[in-house]
């Protein structure tokens, strides 16, 4: 179950440069960061979730399957999502 957006603080992405952007957010007392990289065939997708500043998740797939860093943005708020959620069950 994906918890309401109300328990979602976004706050923001910056550019790191021409290829690479990054999107903070915060779920459930955690910090998600998602990392896009832009290759010559798409976006790639890093994550990293972090609690209390100890790094919990460190997750990377090699492939270019997204069109745009808002794909890649939202499969990996998702995938972080899942992730937490599952961590916060077990």
Known sequence: MM???A???LYGKRLLNDREQ??????????????GVQGLNGWTLALRIF?????LV???????LYLDFEHARIAG??????L???????
């Open 7 to 9: 328990d979602l603080r």
């Open 58 to 64: 460190r997750y990377r797939q090699d492939s270019p």
């Open 22 to 35: 990054i999107h903070h957010a915060q779920y459930r007392g955690h910090d998600i960061r998602v990392i």
């Open 77 to 82: 708020l998702l995938r972080a999502y899942e």
């Open 51 to 55: 609690h209390e500043g100890k790094r």
């Open 84 to 90: 937490i959620e599952r961590r916060l069950a077990g």
């Open 3 to 5: 918890c309401p957006r």
